[in-house]
């Protein structure tokens, strides 16, 4: 019995939804987060711009001027907006990036 090496090429229709850090150290690659996505995954955790500020380790101004980028991808630091990802994820919050941003709740 032969096998068959199939050998797929994707090739990307449309601008992809992914930033590099481009911070060596890292080597990581992180969807891009929109303030409007940020401010409904806040909401949805119930929690205020203090409260993720304290818990992600950046500062309330900072909270607000990322949520303050709209629809925009915010521009803030690769790794800044990682540690405020990684707070609302704490609390069972996943980003969602499949063509449209979002979020939702996961259960438990």
Do not use: C
Request: no cysteine; aromatic share 4%.
């Amino acid at each position: 019995m032969g096998m068959n090496n199939i050998n797929l090429l994707f090739i990307p229709i449309g601008p992809m939804n992914v930033a590099v850090n481009r911070n060596y150290r890292y080597h990581t690659q992180m969807a891009l987060i929109t303030g409007n996505q940020l401010r409904a995954a806040r909401a949805l955790a119930g929690v205020d711009q203090a409260w993720l500020a304290e818990r992600s380790g950046v500062s309330v101004n900072t909270v607000r001027n990322m949520e303050s980028r709209g629809s925009a991808a915010i521009t803030s630091g690769a790794v800044t907006v990682r540690k405020v990802q990684a707070a609302l994820e704490a609390v069972g919050i996943e980003f969602l990036n499949n063509g449209r941003p979002g979020v939702r709740l996961l259960e438990g």
